[in-house]
């Protein structure tokens, strides 16, 4: 499957406004106030995905091999923390300088001691998660997608145990975010908002228009300013609890060089969006090989005309592990790894 114009790269608005917040806390320290950024050395050279601050000094990030960083000073050293797993780490909440929760497809670590010891919540293995929040040390939620399709479950004794809420309808969700105890969205496939009001027990549909094929997540400051991002650029604006939403599309235009997006998600359970860019009409290749370098399959084999395109990876025939995707299209050849965890 193919769609085009799509614009996922900027798909997560928890790590936008993660980072955003660390950059009004001074933990990347601008040259100039707000209109810089400073580079830091993070001591590892694995991929990082997940960042959480909760004040000037205090953040942690998440990456591949199980990566946790942690630094105590604005950033000016990172230490790493011992996770005890090897399995990507997409997300990162902390409530304090206390209480944190970290984790990726089919994992949650927890720590109580700023991450001197992170501890594996048992019995998680089987969820295809892609997304948690936690609005205090008791109440928290996590969301999964394909093949566990619309999988919401709710925890009120901090991620010990967790309980099936419901099931709503067969699509993956990408994004969850609770304001206290009782509202919460939910966003996913066919660009669908839920909502709940009650702890997450029922889910209400919320219906908008707008053009794309998925959300990737949601924000929300209190329980009527929020804010949804996805598929094509989609950007959407509520002020009223998501009763309506303005669709604010950024203007798009063509993109000046060949390119191979990051995958999203990725980590990825089953299905993948893969996005590129063609700044003039071209004959495109994208093929899928697996770690031993075996073409599996060609997923795009066509010419397209200019502008971002997105196409999408079902990867139910074959098992967990780490793959690689290859773009041709005239003279640009590159090739990018993905990950596959069931």
């Given at each position: 499957?193919?769609?085009?114009n799509s614009i996922p790269r ?139 399709c619309g999988i919401i479950r ?189």
């Open positions: 499957m193919i769609s085009t900027y798909s997560s608005l928890k790590l936008f406004f993660s980072i955003l917040a660390i950059a009004l806390a001074n933990v990347i320290t601008p040259n100039v106030l707000g209109q810089g950024w400073t580079n830091q050395t993070s001591s590892t050279y694995w991929a990082l995905s997940g960042v959480a601050a909760i004040d000037s000094n205090n953040c942690w990030v998440v990456g591949e091999d199980g990566t946790i960083l942690h630094t105590t000073n604005g950033g000016s050293t990172w230490t790493t923390q011992t996770s005890g797993t090897n399995s990507p780490l997409t997300y990162v909440t902390f409530l304090n300088d206390s209480v944190g929760w970290v984790g990726g497809y089919g994992t949650i670590l927890k720590t109580t001691n700023g991450g001197t010891v992170w501890n594996l919540i048992p019995n998680i293995a089987a969820y295809g998660i892609t997304a948690i929040t936690f609005v205090d040390s008791s109440n928290g939620w996590f969301v999964g997608g394909y093949p566990y709710h925890t009120t004794n901090g991620g010990n145990t967790w309980v099936t809420q419901d099931s709503l309808v067969p699509l993956s969700f990408y994004g969850v975010a609770f304001v206290n105890d009782s509202t919460g969205w939910a966003v996913g496939d066919s660009c669908s908002i839920f909502r709940t009001t009650n702890r997450g027990n029922t889910w209400v549909e919320q219906h908008y228009t707008v053009n794309g094929s998925w959300l990737g997540c949601v924000s929300f400051s209190d329980e009527r300013h929020g804010w949804v991002v996805g598929d094509r650029g989609v950007i959407l604006h509520t002020t009223n609890g998501g009763e309506t939403f303005v669709a604010d599309k950024p203007s798009v235009s063509l993109p000046k060089k060949f390119e191979l997006l990051n995958n999203y998600p990725n980590p990825f359970n089953s299905t993948t969006h893969i996005s590129f860019s063609l700044p003039t009409a071209s004959q495109v290749k994208l093929t899928i090989y697996d770690a031993l370098g075996r073409e599996l399959k060609t997923i795009v084999n066509e010419k397209l005309n200019p502008g971002f395109h997105n196409a999408v990876w079902n990867a139910s025939s074959v098992g967990s592990g780490v793959y690689f995707v290859k773009m041709s299209a005239g003279n640009y050849n590159t090739t990018k790894k993905i990950v596959l965890l069931k």
